[in-house]
């Protein structure tokens, strides 16, 4: 390795790095604005128990966003009674729609109080047929569920390859962000998912946040929010300043409803989840210049080394090779006491050929000492 291709080494390593650095400082412990939205989304909670219209897909989605940033709601008469809520709309671990049940079986995970029925709910998405007929967002989120619950299930390859090859439509940034967000951590996960996130990051950057738009929006974000690929980070810091400059109200809620501000705080989570470089700057900034004082030793030490091949070492090498192969052609000679000198002759010419190779190496030698020198 030259002290050149180190050098252009780090310049990669840094540009990189500075693509990774976003400024997305979304924590509800330091941030009075997170904290506001989740309580009012909590206190917006039905008699019934339900969430925004009162059907059990507006509870799931509240349920998973409050989970999202406080684990331990679970505990809470509020999460009891809106998990009671959802299971008794259902029959039989099904809600209306696969959507409906996926993303219930989801929120409700991880509690003893509905362990029964998401395990009824899993094993009923786990056993459907796959089906390309299903709508894309409808696997994207069955995949969300099933991989988490039931991660050997034979049915997740077929699942994946569905959303991998099939056309999606509609090609909605609501469609598309959740589809991003399962095949994000799906096996063999390839350059189709980059193309979503790319489409989805150019949506992103072409529209602003409306009343009509915010819940695509939001998905969106989420989906972009799977990928850690450089070209994404700018675009998802960008979309979080939005997200709190427009929209939300003064009394935390976005657009005084339940549902948008329940996908608002799922986008904000996953965007401050991100998986960016865990160094500090300290440690960055000590790796960045121990690898410069690499590429100064390198460069000393070539430095050194052709200083040493001056014009004169580079001719006493040549006499002092043609000497070597003469003294091997003679003392050839001398025991084969041969006495046909053209053999002679074409003996030596023989044993010179390498010595021409080496002249023709050391020549070009020359040349980059002299490079070097000026």
Known sequence: MTDRSV???????????????????????????????????????????????NSA??????????????PGWSQSDGFERAARHVIASSSNGKLETVWDTAVAANALAGSAYTDTW??????YLSQLVPDPHLKPHHIAQLLITVTARRPDSNSIPEWVSI?????????????LGQVSSALVAAPEANIDLRL??????????????????????????????????????ARVSACVDDLFSDGRRLDGSWYHDA???????????????RKLVTLSVHDLALILEDADKLADNLQESYRNRFSVLNPSYFWNVV??????????????????????SGWYIGFVSLLLVPGLGTVRQLWHLRSMTLNQDN
């Open 7 to 53: 050098r252009m080494t780090v310049d990669h390593v840094r540009r990189q790095l500075s693509r990774y650095t976003v400024d997305t400082t979304v924590d509800e412990s330091s941030d009075p604005r997170l904290r506001q939205s989740i309580e009012w989304l909590i206190s917006s909670q039905l008699p019934s128990g339900g969430f925004g219209n």
């Open 57 to 70: 897909a507006y509870t799931a989605i509240a349920v998973k966003a409050i989970r999202s940033w406080q």
């Open 118 to 123: 998401v395990d009824q709910a899993t094993d």
């Open 163 to 175: 959303l991998r090859t099939q056309r999606i439509y509609p090609a909605t940034p609501y469609c």
């Open 196 to 233: 979503q996130c790319d489409e989805l990051g150019a949506w992103l950057g072409s529209v602003d946040v409306t009343k009509a738009n915010f819940v695509e929006y939001c998905s969106a974000l989420v989906g972009l929010s799977a990928s850690t690929h450089p070209t994404h980070s």
């Open 259 to 273: 549902w948008e501000t329940s996908w608002a705080l799922l986008a904000l989570k996953l965007a401050s989840a």
């Open 319 to 340: 006499a002092y090779s043609q000497v070597l192969l003469i003294l091997v052609a003679l003392a050839v000679y001398g025991i084969f006491l041969s006495q046909d």
